[in-house]
């Protein structure tokens, strides 16, 4: 997804028709999700309502600032900051939820702000990719940090499906992204926005894969998992993004570094 917004942004630069044509693509995935599960499983509408509060926040709030950060800084440092998500989720459960301060997720802690510190001190960058888009990654990670625990918390106890419950956080989010952003669209048209449904239509599938993964699997197996992200994102920039992204020594320090701590966050929490 990442990888699709930055190509896709590098053709037609418009963070806000980006947002919501990817937001809205993802809500046709998942409404198609929805419907095939619904005849086995049902749809319990009356009980959905707080998985579109949650969108809200992700895919909501976190989407718009994820788009921007792939349109300021690239998707392969925007996808190292993302997968610093577990720290965020181990400091939600550290101070609101009780959780022991043990060894490997103070460790897990130190790496991932050593990897955030590699991509802040790198200085091979190309200087179109601007800095503040490193803030607008971190604060998107920080609402699917949170938007994880809370799907987590409510999955353990909903009739909800796990598609349904992900297409009402899609439509949150689309409708919040359609709030904030619709005004301010430049005479969009449907040839600049294919390419973004298109991006669109991957980030339903893994939305869809989100939510399946934790209503059937702990925090502590699936987070690590969520956290290679990084790695794919980095991967993908190479193939794909070569010369506009510039992987460098630092930026691959810091995915790995970021990896292996989100990796340690999800293991022993």
């Known amino acids: 997804m990442s990888v699709g917004l ?19 693509g993802a809500l046709a995935v998942g409404l198609v999700a929805a419907a095939g599960e619904a005849p086995a499983r049902g749809v319990h509408a009356d009980s959905a309502w707080p998985f579109v509060l949650a969108g809200l926040l992700s895919p909501g709030a976190a989407q718009v600032l994820v788009t921007l950060a792939i349109a300021e800084v690239g998707a392969s440092r925007a996808s190292v900051i993302l997968g610093a998500a577990p720290l965020v989720s181990v400091t939600i459960a ?50 699917f940090a949170t938007r994880d625990n809370l799907l987590r918390w409510l999955s353990l106890d909903t009739p909800v499906p796990p598609a349904v419950a992900a297409a009402c956080a899609l439509l949150g989010g689309f409708v ?62 190479v193939l794909l993004l070569r010369r506009t992204e510039l992987v460098g020594r ?19 929490r």
């Open 250 to 268: 630092r930026l691959l320090l810091g995915t790995l570094l970021v990896v292996a701590g989100g990796a340690l966050i999800g293991v022993f």
């Open 176 to 237: 919040l992204s359609a709030l904030l952003l619709a005004p301010r669209l430049r005479s969009p048209t449907l040839r600049h926005a294919a390419p973004f449904l298109g991006v669109g239509v991957l980030f339903g599938l893994s939305y869809i894969s989100l939510f399946e993964a934790f209503y059937r699997g702990r925090v502590t197996v699936v987070s690590p998992l969520v956290a290679t992200e990084s790695l794919w994102g980095v991967a993908l920039s």
């Open 6 to 24: 930055r190509i896709g942004l590098t053709r037609h630069r418009d963070a806000d028709l980006a947002t919501l044509a990817t937001v809205a």
């Open 94 to 143: 550290l101070l609101v939820l009780g959780e022991p301060a043990r060894a490997p997720l103070v460790i897990g802690a130190v790496l991932i702000v050593a990897g955030g510190l590699e991509l802040a001190r790198e200085r091979g960058r190309p200087a179109h990719l601007r800095g503040r888009g490193l803030l607008y990654a971190f604060l998107g990670a920080a609402l």
